[in-house]
T-cell receptor
């Protein structure tokens, strides 16, 4: 069955430090992959997406993610975290299930930023 | 501003009451969906629609009804609220079933007492 795993429930980093959020998926074909960010009390905002082509994709707010087919991973990275990056991050995979396309979300990783 | 509008933002219901969560989008998106968000569980798909007049069930449809009479609107109905439906509800829309990412509303926080 299709699934998305975000193994880290919480991550704390210092402001200015680098960040990597992990995401693993289970899907038989090449997936459509997404990262969303949710600030407290807000809806979800799309950070970046991968469909095909270059496996390193750039997104908004200085984020990037790398698709690694051999590891079934799509990890999110940022070289220098800002305090405003504190939020919850969701990885998602777009998959065909029961003859329709659905977006399946991971359980999320909450990022805390130390001053 | 173009986007997805959800109303109300907050709601408290008593067990057994009914209500409708409203969702409207002005981007002419074909695809609309409802998710619920619970701590530690991410977002789970309740119902979705690929166009006016077409709806289907998602992962957790029990206790919820939807209809899609227009492209713009996709209301979610709770017929008899239960405490297990306490959650944050998000409506989302997209072109072409979401290949290019979804646009989310700001959510409705529902408490059933």
């Amino acid at each position: 069955a299709q699934s998305v795993t975000q193994p880290d429930i919480h991550i704390t980093v210092s402001e200015g430090a680098s960040l990597e959020l992990r995401c693993n998926y289970s899907y038989g074909a090449t997936p459509y992959l997404f990262w969303y960010v949710q600030s407290p009390g807000q809806g979800l905002q799309l950070l970046l997406k991968y469909f095909s082509g270059d496996t390193l994709v750039q997104g908004i707010k200085g984020f990037e993610a790398e698709f690694k087919r051999s590891q079934s991973s799509f990890n999110l990275r940022k070289p220098s975290v800002h305090w405003s990056d504190a939020a919850e991050y969701f990885c998602a995979v777009g998959a065909w299930m029961d003859s329709s396309y659905k977006l399946i979300f991971g359980s999320g990783t909450r990022l805390l930023v130390r001053p | 501003n173009a986007g997805v509008t959800q109303t109300p933002k907050f709601q408290v219901l008593k067990t057994g009451q009914s209500m409708t969560l409203q969702c409207a989008q002005d981007m002419n998106h074909e695809y609309m969906s409802w998710y619920r968000q619970d701590p530690g569980m991410g977002l789970r798909l309740i119902h979705y629609s690929v166009g006016a007049g077409i709806t289907d069930q998602g992962e957790v449809p029990n206790g919820y009804n939807v209809s899609r009479s227009t492209t713009e609107d996709f209301p979610l109905r709770l017929l008899s609220a239960a405490p297990s439906q306490t959650s944050v509800y998000f409506c989302a829309s997209s072109e072409r079933q979401g290949y290019h990412g979804y646009t989310f509303g700001s959510g409705t926080r529902l408490t059933v007492v």
